[in-house]
């Protein structure tokens, strides 16, 4: 069982940045991979980027070559670096946790971000 927590949401404006951060509590040896999801109003979740246990990371290609997904050594806080930020990414940011053998879904509250143009 895991805890995320995101922050680090507000307003900016376009090609502004903003960085993201979901902490992780509980127990966290057993969490496989780390990501970042995003949902817009009236608009499907979509992934944005993830990162593995090894270390191996994955973006959408909207995102690609803006955004990077980090974490700390501990592996209890992943980040989200969001840079050249348009005002097509603004939803509401969800950080998300590949937990336990079956790879079983938790979620944070989500945080969100909305880029004026």
């Known amino acids: 069982q895991v805890q995320l927590v995101e922050s680090g949401g507000g307003l900016v404006q376009a090609g502004g940045s903003l960085r993201l951060s979901c902490a992780a509590s509980?127990?966290?040896?057993?969490?496989?991979?780390m990501s970042w999801h995003r949902q817009a109003p009236e608009k499907q979740r979509e992934l944005v980027a993830s990162i593995i246990s090894g270390g191996s990371t994955n973006y959408a290609a909207s995102v690609k070559g803006r955004f990077t997904i980090s974490r700390d050594s501990a592996k209890k806080i992943v980040y989200l670096q969001m840079n050249s930020l348009k005002p097509e990414d603004t939803a509401v940011y969800y950080c998300?946790?590949?937990?336990?053998?079956?790879?079983?879904?938790?979620w944070g509250q989500g945080t969100q971000v909305t880029v004026s143009s």
């Open positions: 998300n946790a590949d937990y336990g053998p079956r790879n079983q879904a938790f």
């Open positions: 509980g127990n966290i040896n057993d969490i496989n991979g």
